[in-house]
């Protein structure tokens, strides 16, 4: 029996207690809503809601991507010798950024290019270019990626 | 554009912040441009290819040829590309009507075969997934968050179809040691673990009951 969102997310501890520390002061209105946004994909999830838990969860990741790399900035800079976040990327590109250069900090973590794909099954014709049954495997992996993610980000370094 | 721009001075020490010498030049043209040189013209992009040295590129934007005129690896040899097929969408299907599902669809994962058996009916591999707009391989961890893997822990095993057809059942993931195994990936996993899938092959002719 495969499993049902609502097991799924029983199980995802992160998701349901998100530790955002790695977001700086700063970003604090940022934090807000990523905990709002969580808090209603554990609600979808909870009503085996597939799409909104896809669209939530891709909406979730940009965002927390978002913050992690502009924390990120200095760490990044001296990596490539010069980073200038911009806040108006797409998630794409907050993904290409961490998958080239932040992954190393957290190896555990696999951010696959397909988050992207799964994400734009908000709009119609992504969706029906894709086999039925997509958003239902979609959900359970965006799940699944995200608290892995969130249990990576918890024990990282508080910011100074 | 249709010609290359000014070439531009860039200092070395760019790093430091410093803008004086020593400089590179820097010559530059559109992706277009640079791909109907190298089949019309290629004595005026043969300076180019003296020792080349890919620092950064966007597969998106850059087209087949110079990707491959450059040697830019965004795949290991032999990857096979396919998709995940759940044991309840297969049943009751050909291939045929599999792939018509399928074929539009980019692909889901990666296959980099280990081990094919004499008889072709039994194979092993390292399952790849597309990271960074590259394919590389998934470690156990990586492995978990998709659902063929979950699917399979649950003993609903479902099978991936490769484009060109073929079609394997998934059997079981089995992580172990193989340091040998680095030669045939972008990018070594930690500690040369490696989950190697084992497969079994189904039949063009056959109906793929689950």
Redesign the interface.
């Known amino acids: 029996m495969t499993d049902t969102l609502r097991s799924i997310c029983d199980q995802c501890t992160y998701l349901k207690n998100p530790r955002l520390d790695f977001i700086p002061a700063e970003l604090g209105r940022c934090r807000e809503i990523l905990l709002r946004d969580l808090q209603e994909l554990v609600v979808a999830a909870t009503a085996n809601n597939e799409k909104s838990v896809v669209i939530l969860a891709g909406i979730i990741l940009e965002g927390i991507l978002y913050a992690f790399v502009s924390a990120q900035t200095d760490y990044i800079a001296g990596r490539r010798g010069s980073f200038e976040f911009n806040p108006d990327h797409s998630l794409q590109n907050y993904l290409n950024i961490f998958n080239r250069w932040l992954n190393d900090l957290m190896p555990a973590v696999t951010l696959p290019d397909l988050i992207v794909s799964y994400r734009d099954l908000v709009h119609m014709n992504q969706e029906l270019k894709r086999p039925p049954g997509t958003c239902a495997s979609a959900a359970r992996e965006m799940l699944r990626i995200l608290d892995t993610f969130l249990e990576a980000l918890s024990e990282f370094p508080i910011p100074t | 554009m249709n010609d290359f721009g000014t070439p531009v001075r860039f200092p070395l020490r ?2 430091t912040g410093e803008e004086g010498p020593p400089f590179a030049e820097v010559n530059w043209t559109s992706v277009d441009h640079f791909s109907q040189l190298l089949t019309s013209d290629r004595q005026a992009v043969g300076r180019f290819f003296d020792g080349p040295e890919v620092l950064c590129f966007d597969r998106k934007i850059l087209s087949e040829d110079i990707l491959e005129e450059f040697n830019i690896l965004t795949e290991p040899p032999h990857l096979m590309k396919g998709w ?1 097929v ?1 044991a ?2 297969a049943k009751n299907k050909t291939i045929r009507d599999l792939l018509s ?2 074929d ?3 692909p ?1 994962i990666g296959l980099v075969k280990t081990f094919d058996s004499p008889d072709a009916e039994n194979c092993r591999g390292l399952i790849h ?5 590259r394919w590389l391989p ?2 156990l ?2 492995l ?4 063929f893997y ?2 399979l822990q ?1 003993g ?1 095993p479902g099978f991936f179809l490769f484009r060109g057809g073929a079609l394997y059942r998934i059997l079981k993931f089995e992580e172990k040691t193989a340091s040998e195994y680095s030669n045939l990936v972008l990018k070594r996993l ?1 500690d040369d673990r490696y989950p190697e899938v084992y497969l079994r092959s189904v039949h063009l002719s056959e109906k793929p009951a689950a």
């Not at chain 2, 997934?129 to 707009?133: H, M, N, Q, Y």
């Open positions: 760019w790093r995940y759940e309840d969408r599902f399928y539009a669809v980019k889901h997934g597309e990271i960074g707009e998934l470690s961890n990586g978990k968050n998709y659902t979950n699917e649950q609903v930690p």
